[in-house]
């Protein structure tokens, strides 16, 4: 079930979002971000929007939403992310994903950017990909992967 | 002459940047920013740098730097910059980005990534390319002209 976070989900979502982040090999982020911090980061306002993934009773991923840019170029929209390490490969990634198209959608958005996918990230490549996202270009050796070195970052894109 | 700018100086930057802002041709910010609104979308610190360009006593352009994104893409600097309307075609924009240019060398980042240049904003286009940049790609209609409707963003690159 995906629906709007709560305040109160920050608490199940910062382990993950610490943990991802930590492992240094899809976001670029701040190492070392203290809670508030954060949750400054990823817990949106609108016009934007943070949903999360609860399967029982438990938040198990979570994903933010809004405008790539402010202003004249506010019609198009980008979004981040983040599944728990243990609810990996179970499809919480792909309802995520596909409630935010329906979001953008409905919301007027003409097309979806993302501008940062590591390309070593091959799950969350084949996963855009399969919602209907192409590689626009990767901006070479722009992420510096914790086993990997320096790899690309994919800009992906979908019409709507 | 390029050099740092100062908290005195953004009463002379902010005019230019509001007429530019609000002529909707080449920035995604948004628009009727108030003074201290844009202050803080412009005036960076470090180890972003904002800096001036200077034509006898007058403040004619202002360009701003730093990391494109923090962490493991911190690495890759980015930059915009802004020329009143009044100094345009006059070497303003070049001084700007030669000094952009070897300001991230200087810094060690490896490469510098523009993530929005309005495609037809042909004389930025042309200056980024004469200093070696390259279009990496064009995110479609991914920016509202106030002129032409909706055109593309590029992504510019230049290895450093």
């Known amino acids: 079930m995906i629906r709007e976070a709560n305040e109160g989900d920050w608490d199940e979502i910062f382990p993950f979002f610490r943990a991802i982040v930590d492992a240094g090999e899809t976001y670029a982020y701040p190492s070392g971000?203290?809670?508030?911090?954060?949750?400054?980061?990823?817990?949106?306002?609108?016009?934007?929007?943070?949903v999360v993934a609860q399967l029982d009773s438990d938040v198990v991923g979570s994903a933010k939403m809004g405008p790539n840019h402010p202003g004249?170029?506010?019609?198009?929209?980008?979004?981040s992310f983040m599944v728990s390490p243990q609810h990996q490969s179970q499809g919480v990634g792909m309802a995520l994903g596909k409630f935010m198209i329906a979001w953008a959608r409905e919301s007027g958005y003409h097309s979806v950017q993302f501008n940062a996918v590591v390309e070593t990230n091959s799950g969350a490549v084949h996963l855009w990909e399969s919602l209907g996202f192409v590689v626009l270009a990767t901006v070479p050796q722009a992420f510096d992967h914790a086993k990997y070195g320096l790899v690309g970052l994919h800009v992906m894109y979908l019409p709507l």
Chains 1, 2 share one sequence.
């Open 33 to 50: 971000l203290e809670k508030d911090e954060a949750r400054e980061l990823w817990m949106e306002r609108p016009p934007a929007l943070t």
């Open 72 to 79: 004249r170029g506010s019609h198009v929209a980008t979004a």
